[in-house]
């Protein structure tokens, strides 16, 4: 029968397989003794990950000692440098969540892989091939298990353990007290690991193949963004040293978001993954003018992308006289057909723009290596092959058969010369979309013009068709159903040749370009083969909640299956008030007296009224930006609400939030969707129509 035991639980009983308590089939006395020598091994294994961490940190001090050259003393430090960073322990964090019995063995499953001084495993790596059966082993396939025991905690403690003899057919599956008791854990602060809850249809994403490319379509609190993390995290478990040469990227919608998700990969022991937004990603101007919402949807088009590789094809042009150098007392000469030839020959090769014209000068300065060889009795030397290559003739032939240019004045120049834009767009823009695009009084240069983010994704664009961009081996991008068409190219240019895993959630569509079909963001991306994987069943939004955002769907004009919730506890109310402020106080301070975290949300205008309001009520409050805080309750405008979480949510006007922006209903779905425990709705004016028949309460 399965088993749990606490050091404070009442007296040992029986109850059925369903149950969360089990020890009727062994005395107190046994459990009390099994729990001592666990949380013995729990010391045992935090003293010896501190020695390996010790050692580590003695390499790190000697290390330019033993290192043959200052090249190989730095990149000694550095690996021993990370080596210890990845060593670091957490004290408020397990070591390990379960353990593994087979009929011969047992192992210790946790966070990182830690062994004693003779290099015996005590802890094995979550990602490692045998922690697979922690997630996956079941009553119906034991895969060789005969008992699999998850471990409670409390601040790092060890507190309780939970059994089931799988060999016998004995499984709690979601009944287990210890696995509902960690999901539903009280979300105060940054985002945590999943480790010890990983679901066998999230594991099985979490380990696909480093070459596999994946779209997770996943419904609110499904853990789409913890697949995501926890994926990245087993590539470089399994590819350590590939990835390390090329990289992991983490894409994320705005800073709130990666300071929310930041602390995870870091107490997994990967502290080397880049984590950035799509805006951080494209900055190669400063970004200091907003564009007119029809303007930005215009430049997010992906018939941008063709206008701006036709502005850099139509800079190439064939040559019009032969060049002559002068070499000392020698003159060398290239006719017009030959160069033309050259220039025709690179073009067709379909190189980055830079890339093919130092290719044609390299070619130009081939042909009078040539000549005077056959005139000289030695090859000149590389001096002479620098100096061919920066003479006059040849840079003039260069500046008039394949100039020179830069990203920002590409696009300046399809802003400013109408000729040049008519031509690029020719069967692309109508004439007023082509007016649009210059409306925007660009200035007399580019460095004088005031750029916008959505600019700022065209010039990226125009860079990646000058030269290629360093790529990454794999990248995670988080809440992708925003990214635009320009913005899909951007990251498939630093992706092509490795994978993506793609989160979202189309239904939490806000940009004016949301995506609407996962296939076609694959494509803008690079990846149009990708499997699209969908993540139904929740774990942390509760279902009363789950049902109320979903009223929502049908008026969403997406294609998506509805949210599930396993959970059957949480609460929700929906009421109207006559005074938003006041209740908002009230609801607050209501809040704080149960655990967890607290997020108010509202429409970004109110975000200022209600924090001041709270202030005077001596509530203290922080800002989505400080994530860090130690204050238990967050105001945060519904627009930088996406991919946050809070214990409880105060939602403010619902009717506010909806028209604030042309695609409210779906902020108002993210804006729901937030809460893991409980959620209270407060309005004044009508609720948005998919939600009137939603549960209500009597004004308080």
């Given at each position: 029968?399965a088993q749990?035991?606490?050091?404070t639980?009442?007296?040992p009983?029986?109850a059925d397989?369903?149950?969360?308590?089990?020890?009727?089939d062994?005395?107190?006395?046994g459990?009390?003794?099994a729990?001592?020598a666990?949380?013995?091994?729990?010391?045992?294994s935090?003293a010896?990950?501190a020695?390996m961490?010790?050692r580590?940190e003695?390499?790190?001090?000697t290390g330019q000692?033993?290192a043959?050259?200052?090249y190989?003393?730095e990149?000694?430090g550095?690996t021993?440098?990370?080596r210890?960073?990845e060593l670091?322990?957490?004290?408020?964090t397990?070591?390990f969540?379960?353990?593994?019995?087979?009929?011969d063995?047992e192992?210790?499953?946790g966070r990182r892989h830690?062994?004693?001084?003779?290099g015996?495993?005590?802890?094995?790596?979550?990602r490692?091939?045998l922690?697979?059966l922690?997630?996956?082993a079941s009553?119906?396939?034991?895969q060789?298990?005969?008992v699999?025991r998850r471990?409670?905690?409390d601040?790092g403690?060890l507190?309780?353990f939970?059994?089931?003899?799988l060999?016998?057919?004995?499984?709690?599956?979601?009944?287990?007290?210890?696995l509902?008791?960690?999901?539903?854990r009280?979300r105060?602060?940054p985002m945590?690991d999943?480790?010890?809850?990983i679901?066998?249809e999230q594991?099985?994403?979490v380990?696909?193949d480093?070459?596999?490319s994946l779209?997770?379509?996943?419904a609110?609190g499904t853990?789409k963004?913890a697949?995501g993390l926890?994926?990245?995290a087993?590539?470089?478990?399994l590819h350590?040293?590939r990835?390390r040469?090329?990289?992991?990227l983490?894409?994320?919608?705005?800073?709130a978001?990666?300071?929310y998700?930041a602390?995870?990969?870091?107490?997994?022991g990967?502290?080397?993954?880049?984590q950035t937004?799509?805006?951080e990603?494209?900055?190669?101007v400063p970004v200091r003018?907003v564009?007119?919402?029809e303007v930005?949807?215009l430049?997010h088009?992906?018939?941008l992308?063709?206008v701006?590789?036709?502005?850099v094809?139509?800079?190439v042009?064939?040559?019009?006289?032969?060049?002559?150098?002068s070499?000392?007392s020698?003159?060398?000469?290239?006719?017009?057909d030959p160069?033309?030839?050259?220039?025709?020959?690179?073009?067709?090769?379909?190189?980055p723009?830079?890339?093919g014209r130092?290719?044609v000068?390299?070619r130009?300065?081939a042909?009078?290596?040539?000549?005077?060889?056959s005139r000289?009795a030695e090859s000149?030397?590389?001096?002479w092959?620098?100096?061919?290559?920066?003479?006059r003739?040849?840079?003039?032939?260069?500046?008039?058969?394949?100039?020179?240019?830069t990203p920002?004045g590409?696009?300046?120049?399809?802003?400013?010369?109408?000729?040049?834009?008519?031509t690029a767009?020719?069967?692309l823009?109508t004439?007023?979309e082509q007016?649009?695009?210059?409306a925007?009084?660009?200035g007399?240069?580019?460095?004088?013009?005031?750029w916008?983010a959505?600019?700022?994704?065209?010039?990226?664009?125009?860079?990646?068709?000058?030269e290629?961009?360093?790529g990454?081996g794999?990248?995670v991008v988080?809440e992708a159903?925003d990214?635009?068409p320009?913005?899909c190219r951007a990251?498939?240019?630093?992706?092509?040749?490795g994978s993506?895993?793609?989160?979202g959630?189309?239904a939490q569509?806000?940009a004016?370009?949301?995506?609407t079909?996962?296939r076609?963001s694959?494509?803008?991306l690079?990846?149009?083969?990708?499997a699209v994987?969908?993540l139904?069943?929740?774990?942390?939004v509760?279902?009363?909640v789950?049902a109320?955002?979903?009223?929502?769907l049908?008026?969403?004009a997406v294609d998506?299956p509805?949210?599930?919730s396993?959970r059957?506890d949480?609460?929700?109310?929906?009421?109207?008030?006559p005074d938003?402020v006041?209740?908002t106080?009230?609801?607050?301070?209501?809040?704080?007296?149960h655990d967890?975290?607290?997020?108010?949300?509202?429409a970004?205008?109110?975000?200022d009224?209600?924090?001041?309001?709270l202030?005077a009520a001596?509530?203290?409050?922080?800002t989505?930006?400080?994530v860090?805080?130690?204050?238990?309750?967050t105001?945060v405008?519904?627009?930088?609400?996406k991919?946050?979480?809070?214990?409880?949510?105060?939602?403010?006007?619902p009717?506010a939030?909806?028209?604030?922006?042309?695609?409210?209903?779906?902020r108002?779905?993210?804006?729901?969707?937030?809460a893991v425990?409980?959620l209270?709705?407060?309005?004044?004016?009508?609720l948005?129509?998919?939600l009137v028949?939603?549960?209500?309460?009597?004004?308080r």
């Open positions: 029968m749990s035991v606490e050091p639980a009442p007296p009983h029986t397989r369903a149950g969360s308590r089990h020890t009727a062994r005395p107190e006395r459990l009390a003794t729990l001592a666990e949380q013995a091994h729990l010391a045992t935090r010896a990950l020695r961490r010790e580590a003695a390499l790190f001090s000692h033993v043959g050259d200052p190989a003393a990149t000694l550095r021993l440098s990370r210890v960073a670091a322990d957490q004290p408020d397990p070591l969540f379960g353990r593994l019995t087979f009929a063995a192992h210790h499953v830690v062994t004693d001084d003779l015996e495993p005590l802890v094995l790596d979550w490692a091939p922690s697979r922690f997630y996956r009553a119906r396939d034991p060789g298990v005969t699999r471990f409670g905690f601040r403690e507190t309780s939970e059994d089931e003899h060999g016998r057919g004995e499984e709690l599956g979601t009944a287990s007290r210890i509902t008791g960690e999901i539903e009280p105060v602060g945590r999943i480790v010890a809850t679901q066998p594991d099985e994403l380990r696909a480093l070459e596999t779209c997770v379509q996943g609110p853990g963004t697949v926890h994926r990245a087993y590539l470089l478990y350590r040293e990835l040469r090329s990289g992991v983490v894409v994320g919608p705005n800073r978001f990666l300071a998700i602390a995870v990969l870091p107490a997994l990967e502290v080397e993954v880049a937004t799509v805006e990603l494209v900055a190669r003018a564009d007119a919402p930005a949807a430049k088009d992906v018939r992308a063709e701006l590789r036709r502005a094809e139509a800079r042009s064939g040559a019009t006289e032969p060049i002559v150098v070499d000392g020698f003159r060398w000469r290239i006719g017009v160069l033309r030839r050259i220039v025709e020959e690179t073009r067709r090769e379909g190189l723009y830079a890339t130092e290719r000068r390299a130009v300065v042909l009078l290596q040539l000549q005077a060889e000289r000149p030397g590389d001096a092959l620098r100096r061919m290559g920066r003479c003739p040849v840079t003039d032939f260069l500046d008039a058969a394949w100039p020179a240019l920002e590409l696009l300046h120049l399809l802003y400013t010369d109408p000729q040049v834009l008519a767009a020719d069967g823009l004439p007023a007016e649009l695009l210059r925007g009084r660009p007399r240069t580019p460095k004088a013009t005031r916008t959505a600019d700022a994704v065209l010039v990226d664009e125009a860079a990646g068709l000058l290629r961009p360093a990454f794999h990248v988080d159903q990214l635009s320009m913005q990251i498939a240019r630093r992706s092509e040749h993506l895993t793609l989160l959630d189309l569509g806000t004016p370009w949301s995506a079909d996962w076609e694959l494509a803008h690079g990846k149009p083969d990708a994987v969908p139904t069943v929740g774990f942390r509760p279902a009363a789950v109320l955002a979903n009223r929502l049908p008026a969403l998506v509805p949210a599930e396993l059957r949480g609460a929700l109310d929906v009421r109207t008030v938003l006041a209740a106080v009230a609801e607050v301070r209501a809040a704080l007296t967890g975290s607290v997020g108010v949300v509202a970004d205008d109110a975000v009224r209600l924090r001041a309001a202030a001596g509530v203290e409050t922080a989505a930006d400080d860090e805080a130690a204050t238990r309750v105001v405008g519904a627009t930088a609400v991919g946050l979480e809070y214990d409880q949510v105060v939602a403010v006007e009717a939030i909806v028209a604030a922006e042309p695609r409210g209903l779906h108002l779905y993210v804006v729901l969707t937030r425990s409980r209270t709705v407060l309005h004044t004016a009508p948005p129509g998919p028949d939603a549960p209500t309460a009597p004004t």
